[in-house]
């Protein structure tokens, strides 16, 4: 499992590790009934506060990521793709409204956006 | 764990007037400046001072009631406390003997091995970072379920500082519910230890938050006259007149990253959060 927290990014570490962990899923590094450390272990690791780990922990498990088994520590839980790729689309589409919105307080029409979304579309090196 | 109820001592002109608690298996942090009472308070926890009032509870019973066998359960460091510097290692292993039931020789000397401290040379020739660790080291020797320790790290370099913070981690890893009150004013050393944080200033608490929340939802916010004039102030906590500008805080970064967009946001640190709340005005 690879964990890099940024300690001066602005997204907090709970969600780094959410998201990080999510991303092992995915990529399938983390397969079903890997693991995780303890509440403890991984706050000592990280040196981070255990109410931290335990909230990304709460948040993985909510979400249906991971399971735990009170007295033995969270698993990774089994992984429906269809899901994670549902998932997915939900965050895009909410971080795509929250500029449509953005757009609209700056006063760009719709052409403007379509237009500067296609130019950046054309020049990122994303798909490169 | 411990739970400190609206304690009273009067010192002269100093007051302390505080209350605490402190959860099973969590690691809370006192923060203060030198003089704000953050060793007062440990000595009143640890019953070595008499209350004007106010009350303080150990594993559930009053502090003055706790029996020898109760107290072997509290692990201590105080800053001008310890051993006689003309006894070793050696002498100490002795006395920790018959003084704890629980004391756990090969624990101790794993810890020996591992900061390559001497068991035959007298402890007035430790060098600061040997006696701060020796100090921690007893304090964690017997099993205690309750840690209090009084800025344990006071003075050293960072390596030093960092390995006792280790130590104080792998010991949460292992013994099951144990807890830990430690004070420092190094801000950095609580951040990355502690899950939650007090704030004593002049003898009272002026702040309490989780790490947690502290790291992610507190921010400084800064920024212009006129957009502090127009600054949506709901949820700022204390704000400050800067020479070119104004700095507000809030527990509520999200919110001013949403809806701010002009105004500089940074991230909040508990240095920075204690120096506002300290020198800060509420609004």
């Known amino acids: ?128 | 764990m411990l739970e400190v109820k609206e304690v009273q001592k009067r010192y002269g002109t100093f007051e302390l007037e505080c209350s605490l608690t402190i959860l099973d298996g969590q690691i809370t942090g006192l923060i203060g400046q030198n003089g704000a009472g953050k060793s007062t308070l440990f000595k009143a926890i640890l019953d070595l001072i008499t209350l004007d009032s106010g009350s303080i509870q150990i594993f559930g019973k009053e502090h003055h009631e706790l029996s020898g066998k109760e107290k072997e359960k509290l692990g201590v460091v105080l800053s001008d406390s310890g051993f006689s510097a003309y006894l070793t290692v050696r002498d100490i292993i002795a006395i920790l003997k018959n003084m704890y039931s629980n004391f756990d020789l090969s624990y101790f000397q794993k810890q020996m091995q591992r900061f390559q401290l001497p068991y035959d040379q007298k402890i007035k020739e430790f060098s600061t970072g040997m006696k701060a660790k020796l100090k921690v080291l007893i304090a964690l020797s017997h099993h205690a379920k309750l840690l209090i320790l009084d800025e344990p790290t006071a003075g050293l370099d960072v390596i030093a500082r960092d390995e006792i913070l280790d130590l104080l981690r792998d010991y949460m890893e292992d013994e099951n519910d144990a807890s830990i009150l430690i004070s420092s004013h190094i801000a950095e050393d609580l951040e990355s230890l502690c899950d939650d944080l007090y704030m004593i200033h002049e003898g009272k608490m002026i702040f309490h938050e989780d790490t947690d929340v502290l790291l992610s939802d507190y921010a400084i916010l800064k920024m212009s006259e006129e957009q502090f004039k127009k600054l949506d102030t709901q949820y700022i906590l204390k704000a400050c007149k800067e020479a070119y500008s104004y700095a507000c805080l809030t527990n509520q970064k999200q919110y001013y990253m949403e809806n701010e967009p002009g105004i500089t946001i940074e991230k909040g640190t508990i240095d920075a959060v204690i120096t506002m709340m300290i020198r800060g005005y509420s609004l």
């Open chain 1, 1 to 128: 499992m690879h964990l890099i927290i940024n300690h001066s990014s602005m997204v907090p570490i709970y969600e780094q590790i959410v998201e990080q962990i999510k991303e092992g899923i995915l990529k399938q590094e983390l397969k079903e009934n890997y693991p995780l450390p303890s509440v403890r272990t991984l706050s000592k690791e990280l040196k981070i506060s255990a109410l931290t780990v335990k909230k990304a922990y709460d948040a993985l498990e909510s979400e249906g990521f991971i399971c735990t088994v009170h007295g033995k520590g969270s698993y990774i839980a089994p992984v429906n793709p269809q899901l994670v790729w549902e998932e997915q689309r939900k965050e895009l589409e909410q971080d795509l409204e929250g500029i449509l919105q953005k757009a609209k307080r700056f006063d760009i029409t719709k052409e403007e956006l379509k237009d500067l979304f296609l130019l950046l579309l054309e020049e990122s090196s994303c798909w490169k």
